[in-house]
């Protein structure tokens, strides 16, 4: 149990670096987001626009291990508060008794789940420099993909 918390809290610096990075390496990075989230489906095999807005960060800011998980950490503040709003909107769409609170209950275990399996992958890479990216990008991965379960289920009451 201590090494999975271990494993998670090693994640949370991403997000805190991803507030170091200069201007000029997140110019453009939000709106790249906001428009790979217009047509990101998790389910699609093949490419994906997941990343991008990190690769263009990292390009700008230099290809050292710190520069690239701030990059995928600013990547994954915006697909967080894409996932946010999108929770926000489903929760005001149930009206039925008891459904905020399934939904509360199931974002609360998705969120158990997606520190388990990032930590799980930061764990697998052990001590190697790789593991702080491998799990800044699990991180960006599973929130993207939550930000687009949520915005495709629309209410069904």
């Given amino acids: 149990m201590r090494s999975m918390l271990a494993a998670v809290l090693a994640l949370t610096p991403a997000l805190a670096a991803a507030q170091d990075l200069p201007p000029s390496a997140t110019e453009g990075l939000e709106e790249t987001v906001r428009a790979c989230f217009a047509d990101y489906n998790p389910y699609a095999g093949g490419p994906s626009c997941l990343g991008q807005a990190a690769q263009g960060c990292t390009a700008a800011a230099g290809d050292t291990t710190v520069a690239i998980v701030a990059c995928i950490g600013a990547e994954t503040l915006v697909w967080d508060d894409l996932l946010n709003t999108e929770y926000k909107a489903r929760r005001a769409e149930l009206t039925a008794p008891g459904l905020n609170d399934k939904l509360l209950a199931a974002q609360r275990a998705w969120i158990a789940f ?44």
Wanted: net charge neutral; aromatic share 2%.
């Fill in 114 to 157: 997606r520190d388990a399996e990032c930590g799980l992958e930061v764990a697998r890479w052990g001590d190697a420099s790789a593991s702080r990216i491998v799990g800044a990008n699990c991180m960006m991965e599973m929130t993207a993909a939550r930000a687009a379960q949520l915005r495709d289920k629309k209410a069904q009451e």
